[in-house]
């Protein structure tokens, strides 16, 4: 089973910009869709942005032409650059592992999950 480690959380101010890392360790990295979703206090977990192997994703209406997904397969890492960031993009942020594609995937493996805190 792939295990999954996320890094580059924390505080930023309103407008600003945070890139979330993900390695992964355990399996086949290249099998896997990877996925981003967050949850918020008192709300519910949510996609953010999924990759293919081959490159193809799928966005959240919330942080499209904002946010950015991208993998290094050689790497065994994905990556979520988030600019322009708003304070309801406070979350606690998950990488996920899925079998499937960018469209339908079912989940194989959770992080632990990153903070990202947007306040002035």
């Known amino acids: 089973q792939v295990q999954l480690v996320e890094s580059g959380g924390g505080l930023v101010q309103p407008g600003g910009s945070l890139r979330l890392s993900c390695a992964a360790s355990?399996?086949?990295?290249?099998?896997?869709?990877m996925g981003w979703y967050r949850q918020a206090p008192g709300k519910q977990r949510e996609l953010v942005a999924r990759?293919?192997?081959?490159?193809?994703?799928k966005y959240a209406d919330s942080v499209k032409g904002r946010f950015t997904i991208s993998r290094d397969n050689a790497l065994n890492t994905v990556y979520l650059q988030m600019n322009s960031l708003k304070p309801e993009d406070t979350a606690v942020y998950y990488c996920?592992?899925?079998?499937?594609?960018?469209?339908?995937?079912?989940?194989?493996?959770w992080g632990q999950g990153t903070q990202v805190t947007v306040s002035s």
């Open positions: 996920n592992a899925a079998r499937g594609t960018v469209t339908i995937a079912t989940t194989a493996s």
């Open positions: 990759i293919s192997s081959g490159g193809s994703t």
């Open positions: 355990g399996s086949i990295f290249s099998m896997y869709v």
